[in-house]
Every structure is written in structure tokens, then in C-alpha cells.
């Protein structure tokens, strides 16, 4: 029969799981909580990240046409402002728009408005962007077309709402590779003890020529094994728990303003990081905890 390499190899990895039962019991409880404190900061980050995109796409500017400009003229700026880089909607106001909306907002007080016209108001565009880092750019592009009158936008929201997501991203990203590290010093604290324990049948394959890549192996694919595991009971929770939040938020009599990310659109990104992650961990931390004895 020919010598199977690779099922001497996952044979060895899920002995050495089985001959250190406590330790591999603790390492995946350690795992699963570190790993389910990722899923948590990750969908977190996730969702807020996909929050200030759609609070993003309603910042935007509003822009006045001249009150001299013909219906032609105006549509034309909008053909224009819509052809420029970064611009996502252009919604026309006509004074008639304008007329209305400011009556809604005077709400009980419209009687201020007896005897005016819709035509003491400005036609308008309210143009909403790509992307907020563009308002500039698209304001100047606005002001060199002709019939413009004037351009009012937030642009001190639209910067603290750049800041805060990028701020967002960088924390989120912090969190995530501290948590990684802690689970590769867990990981290669495991292994090590089993390293620890076979370190004289380490000794003997070396005098009788095995390979370091050899003798590594096996401690590698214990450490993938334990990082796939807890991979999987980490996404099993993950998904419960987001699920249960998701559908209480859902079902929550307020109005966030905002969308909350659905586990389907999330899923499929857990499962690859988490796959990822598991298998990186593990053969990170095991080639860790095997140097000291294989003098590499």
C-alpha cells in the first residue's frame, strides 16, 4: 500500500487534539470568545461603515439657478451637473417645489404667506455625491456654468462625516489586528505544551534524518484544525446572535433613519475572514511554538 503522506499528517494533528484534551478544550474556549469579539467589532464596523455611506448619500448641495434663466437654460444645468465626476443625483426643485416646501415648513404660521407667489422663489437642483471628499471639486465645476446664482451646502457635516468614517475604519481595524495577535500567542501556547510533551520523539526523528518541514507538519495542521473549529462554532454564534439583534432593531418601534446590514449580507464575508483567519492563526502560531525546537 503507498504511504500516505497527508494522512500520516492530519492522523498526527488530530492525536495530538485528542492526547491534550484539557488544553485543547481551553485554547478553543479562548478562541471562540476572542474570535467572537471579532465577529461582533467586525459586523459593528460593518454596519457603521455602511451607515455613514447612506448618511453620506443624503449630504449633498443644493443649487440655485438665476431667476432670469429660461426652462431650457435650467434643464441644461442639470445635463451638465449631471455629466460631472463624483455627481450621484440631481434632483430638480421648480419655484412651484420651493412655493410648497416652504409652506409644509411654516406649518400652522402659513398665513405669512398670503399674497406671495411661487415665483419669488429660485428654481433649484439638489445634487447628492459619490463620494463626500469630491464637494469641492463638484462646487467649483457648478459655479464655472453659467445662470448659477448661488450653491449652499454642509460642508462641515459633509468633513466631520469624512473624519468620523475614516476614524471608524482605523479603530475598528486596530481592534481586529490586536485580537488577531492574542490568538496567535493563544494558539502557540497550545501547541507549544504539545511540543513540550513529544519533544524527546522530536529529538529522536531529527537524529534519524526527518526533515523540519517533516516534523513541523503535524503541529501545523493541529493548529489549523483548532483555528477552523473555533472558526466555525465562532461563526454558528456570530450568526445567532447578529440575527437576534438585526430582527430586534428591525422590529423596534423608532426610526434609526438608517438601515441596519442583513446576516445575508454579512454571512458570506464572516465565513471566508473567518476561514482565513482560523487557518492563518493556526499555522502562524504553530510555526511559532515549534522554533525553539526545530533551531529555525
Not at 461563526?235 to 423608532?254: C, T
Not at 492563526?281 to 526545530?294: N, P
Request: glycine letters at 8%; hydrophobic letters at 45%.
Amino acid at each position: 500500500m503507498k504511504y500516505n503522506i497527508v494522512s500520516y499528517f492530519l492522523g498526527e494533528g488530530f492525536r495530538n487534539l485528542l492526547k491534550n484534551k484539557k488544553s485543547t478544550i481551553s485554547c478553543l474556549g479562548v478562541m471562540c470568545v476572542t474570535m467572537l469579539m471579532f465577529g461582533l467589532f467586525y459586523s459593528i464596523g460593518k454596519n457603521i461603515t455602511h451607515m455613514v455611506k447612506e448618511i453620506e448619500a443624503e449630504q449633498g448641495m443644493q443649487v440655485f439657478i438665476v431667476t432670469e434663466a429660461t426652462q431650457d437654460e435650467i434643464d441644461e444645468i442639470g445635463e451638465k451637473i449631471r455629466k460631472i465626476n463624483g455627481v450621484n443625483q440631481v434632483t430638480p426643485v421648480s419655484q412651484e417645489d420651493a412655493y410648497n416646501q416652504m409652506k409644509e415648513r411654516l406649518g400652522d404660521r402659513q398665513s405669512l404667506m398670503e399674497g406671495l407667489e411661487p415665483s419669488i422663489f429660485k428654481s433649484s437642483y439638489l445634487v447628492t455625491l459619490t463620494d463626500l471628499t469630491l464637494n469641492s471639486s463638484v462646487q467649483n465645476e457648478i459655479n464655472e456654468l453659467e445662470n448659477i446664482d448661488k450653491i449652499t451646502s454642509s460642508n462641515e457635516t459633509i468633513n466631520n462625516l469624512s473624519i468620523f468614517g475614516k476614524w471608524i475604519r482605523i479603530i475598528t481595524g486596530g481592534i481586529l489586528i490586536i485580537l488577531i495577535i492574542i490568538s496567535v500567542f493563544i494558539i502557540s501556547n497550545t501547541i507549544k505544551l504539545t511540543v513540550h510533551a513529544r519533544r524527546k520523539e522530536i529529538s529522536i526523528m531529527k537524529y534519524v534524518g526527518a526533515t523540519n518541514n517533516f516534523i513541523r507538519s503535524p503541529f501545523i495542521v493541529e493548529g489549523i484544525i483548532i483555528g477552523l473549529l473555533s472558526s466555525i462554532i465562532s461563526v454558528l454564534l456570530v450568526s445567532g446572535l447578529y440575527s437576534f439583534v438585526a430582527n430586534k432593531i428591525a422590529m423596534a418601534d423608532f426610526d434609526l433613519g438608517v438601515t441596519v446590514l442583513g446576516l445575508g449580507d454579512l454571512l458570506t464575508q464572516i465565513i471566508v475572514v473567518y476561514a482565513l483567519l482560523g487557518m492563518g492563526i493556526g499555522i502562524v502560531g504553530s510555526s511559532i511554538s515549534m522554533r525553539k525546537y526545530l533551531d529555525v
